[in-house]
């Protein structure tokens, strides 16, 4: 079934035109998602329609005015870039859903309650997701909605972002899986490796992320590991 899923909007082309690629709903969704390369197995055809419902094609003229180039598959890439995606209500779901969870362990990795200075359980911030109708836009990314929607949630549940500093000593023979795991969770401030191979580490990170810390070093070091929280 064909249609339109994009189209490159008046103020992008300069006049009241709008110039449509008909592409497979499917195929663009996953290509707009990155879970699709080739730009290809997006098109119906190699078509650019002034009017797609009349089928009424663009002059080259009015092609290299608004995308300086002919070439089909370049003037998809662009729209897929910059126009706007109409999504079926199964897609809009999905992506919004997706993007509800990410945001969640965003808010779960980031934000404590400030009186326990713990993370809140994802159930709580879902919950809390429900109770002040707080919607997510499954366009935008984390980092450009992420303020406003914990700003929506701070009436329902206390949220607060705050860094802490842990000192961690990690014996020799554990060392080079902890160092990956304290490498990609936070900032080392401080590496003080010891003649025998041990490490002593300062390690900055988000104060939500230290029952995160704390279980994956116990877990990777049966529990040989020492975690205290300098500040």
Known sequence: KQKTAYEIMPSLVGSE????DRVKPDPAFDYKTGKLSEISKILISEEIYTDSNKGTRATNEKLNQVFKTTDPAKIAEIIMKKGELNLTTEQRKKMTSEKRKQLVTFIAKTYVDPRSHLPHPPLRIEQALDDG???IDPFKNIDEQVKEVVEKLRPIIPLKSENIILEISVPAQFVAQSYTVLKSTGTL???????NGSLKAI????AAARPHVIDRLGSITKGTA?????K
């Open 17 to 20: 035109m709008c110039i449509r």
């Open 133 to 135: 109708r707080v919607s």
């Open 189 to 195: 401030k401080k590496e003080d490796w010891q003649t």
């Open 203 to 206: 390690l900055e990170i988000p």
């Open 226 to 230: 020492t975690v205290e929280v300098v």
